[in-house]
């Protein structure tokens, strides 16, 4: 029996340790359960929580790990983080070089979510980017899976398989990056914006803050221009817009410019992930 969990390397009482239990084929592991005034129940071990007992306590004193992605920034005021992918799968190895461009000369900030073989195919590019301040470089996989620990799939792609198949979606592709930027990304994206909750929980536990969005832009890269524009017609302050940039062929950059200029007319700027707290 684990006792709470298999935590040699990871935190005791945490759903890692407990997952790391089932693959390393313990027979069951035990884990410590303790409920407040209120009758909310946690897992955790001591007694005294802050100091205090925790029966004594009500759910709202206690502060515990999320498992959730950032959907928006943390904030209210008109500004819009632009997100933009560039997944290396089968028919998206390109790169929008006048989209990149415009992008450049207007000084409208994003942030690049990049897998590791689109990298391959585009280190030049790749490059470029990390080298310009105005883009911030995000992880977006190494094999382009969606963040499983038991393979589901997500729009017809099969999720990473169990515990060590994700984290080496996640860190292998953090190495890759930090080789070309010297800095390890913030960062984390899966294919299809897909994380069960234990897979948030092990990015989380890597240092990643694990980012989905709020606004679908352009469906990767299959809508009209017309279509994208619709896409951000009821924006507020404070949305994480999605997008493509690595389909050059696509309508995404003629529909992203033409809301670049309205929503600029409208008041709002364009901001990287890093420039808000996240919510």
């Not at 948030?200 to 694990?210: G, Y």
Request: glycine fraction near 8%; include cysteine; hydrophobic fraction near 35%.
């Amino acid at each position: 029996i684990a006792h709470r969990g298999s935590h040699k390397f990871v935190k005791e009482n945490s759903l890692f340790s407990f997952f790391n239990a089932i693959n390393e084929n313990y027979y069951g592991f035990e884990c410590d359960v303790r409920g407040t005034k209120d009758k909310k129940f946690y897992i955790y071990h001591d007694m005294l929580y802050d100091g205090k007992l925790f029966k004594n306590l009500n759910s709202n004193e206690i502060i515990c790990d999320t498992l959730e992605s950032v959907l928006k920034l943390n904030t209210n005021k008109k500004v819009i983080a632009l997100t933009m992918n560039a997944c290396g799968i089968d028919g998206g190895m390109g790169y929008d070089n006048h989209l990149i461009a415009y992008l450049e000369k207007e000084k409208i900030p994003a942030t690049l979510f990049v897998n590791a073989t689109w990298i391959d195919r585009n280190p030049e590019n790749m490059k470029h980017l990390a080298s310009n301040p105005l883009f911030e470089i995000g992880n977006h996989g190494y094999s382009h899976k969606p963040a499983s620990v038991d393979g589901k799939s997500a729009q017809g792609i099969i999720g990473t398989a169990n515990i060590s198949e994700l984290f080496d979606e996640i860190e292998l592709n953090a190495k890759k990056i930090e080789l070309i930027t010297n800095k390890k990304p913030k960062y984390f994206r899966s294919a299809t914006g897909y994380y069960d909750e234990v897979a948030v929980k092990i990015a989380n536990s890597l240092k990643n803050e694990v980012i989905g969005f709020s606004v679908l832009g352009d469906e990767g890269a299959t809508l009209s221009a017309k279509k994208i524009e619709e896409a951000f017609a009821n924006v507020k302050g404070g949305e994480i817009a999605i997008i493509q940039f690595n389909h050059p062929e696509s309508q995404t950059r003629d529909g992203i410019i033409r809301v670049i200029k309205k929503l600029k007319e409208e008041g709002f700027t364009f901001v990287k992930l890093s420039d808000y707290s996240l919510k």
